[in-house]
Nanobody, 125 residues
Framework: QVQLVESGGGLVQAGGSLRLSCAAS????????MGWFRQAPGKEREFVVA?????????YSANSVKGRFTISKDNAKNTVYLQMNSLKPEDTAVYYC?????????????????WGQGTQVTVSS
């Protein structure tokens, strides 16, 4: 069993930055792919970005986060980060981290077995 705990959300003005953290329990964290998803009010949960477990390759969503958001994984600390820069009001959502035991970065939420409780990010205009 893996437990994921997100932190770092909050209220920020448009153009600002936040760094989300997701701390994981478990001995095989380094093998897992880790992803970030978000869910805005009234919308479905959507994929943001993921990093694979072995090669560290990064998969970005097709929306506008590439170039603004960066994912990183610290296996020594069992933590994955999401650095978010140049935030926009449309980035407002609850952000979730998720773990995929097979180590494959994927956009498919059904592939992720473990999920955190989410952290709220609110970007004001």
């Amino acid at each position: 069993q893996v437990q994921l705990v997100e932190s770092g959300g909050g209220l920020v003005q448009a153009g600002g930055s936040l760094r989300l953290s997701c701390a994981a329990s478990g001995r095989t964290f380094s093998n897992y792919a880790m992803g970030w998803f978000r869910q805005a009010p009234g919308k479905e949960r959507e994929f943001v970005v993921a990093v694979s477990g072995s090669t560290g390759s990064v998969l970005y969503s097709a929306n506008s986060v590439k170039g603004r958001f960066t994912i990183s994984k610290d296996n020594a600390k069992n933590t994955v980060y999401l650095q978010m820069n140049s935030l926009k009001p449309e980035d407002t959502a609850v952000y979730y981290c998720a773990a995929e035991p097979g180590g494959i970065a994927t956009m498919s939420s059904s592939r992720y077995r473990y999920w955190g409780q989410g952290t709220q990010v609110t970007v004001s205009s």
